[in-house]
């Protein structure tokens, strides 16, 4: 499955964004979905993750509540919903996918290739 992230930009504080994962190959279907991102000097985080069927969903602490993540399987599109957004939000945003959800969201450290990420600045 290849992916590529977009809808990044600037956008003020208390603003919002939505970002696009799309994908390619028809067996994305059966895959679990996750945001990640990634700050300087910082390491790369989970952000949210959805299951194959977009049942499931799962965020960090740090989003809930602002951030909603689904899924578009007509599209073969995962998107993240990002409201109230803060400049510690700031990161590049990266989408991967696993058969497993739960290796996504545990073992994404592990991950050797990203794609280029979508930029997200948000100004304070």
């Known amino acids: 499955v290849q992916l590529v992230e977009s809808g990044g930009g600037l956008v003020q504080a208390g603003g919002s964004l939505r970002l696009s994962c799309a994908a390619s190959?028809?067996?994305?279907?059966?895959?679990?979905v996750g945001w990640f991102r990634h700050a300087p000097g910082n390491e790369r985080e989970f952000v949210a993750a959805?299951?194959?069927?977009?049942?499931?969903?799962r965020y960090a602490d740090s989003v809930k509540d602002r951030f909603t993540i689904s899924r578009d399987s007509a599209r073969n599109t995962v998107y993240l919903q990002m409201t109230s957004l803060k400049p510690e939000d700031t990161a590049v945003y990266y989408c991967?996918?696993?058969?497993?959800?739960?290796?996504?969201?545990?073992?994404?450290?592990?991950?050797?290739?990203w794609g280029q990420g979508t930029q997200v600045t948000v100004s304070s």
């Open positions: 190959g028809r067996t994305f279907s059966s895959y679990a």
């Open positions: 991967a996918a696993d058969l497993s959800m739960l290796q996504l969201t545990a073992q994404f450290r592990a991950i050797a290739s």
């Open positions: 959805v299951n194959w069927n977009g049942a499931l969903t």
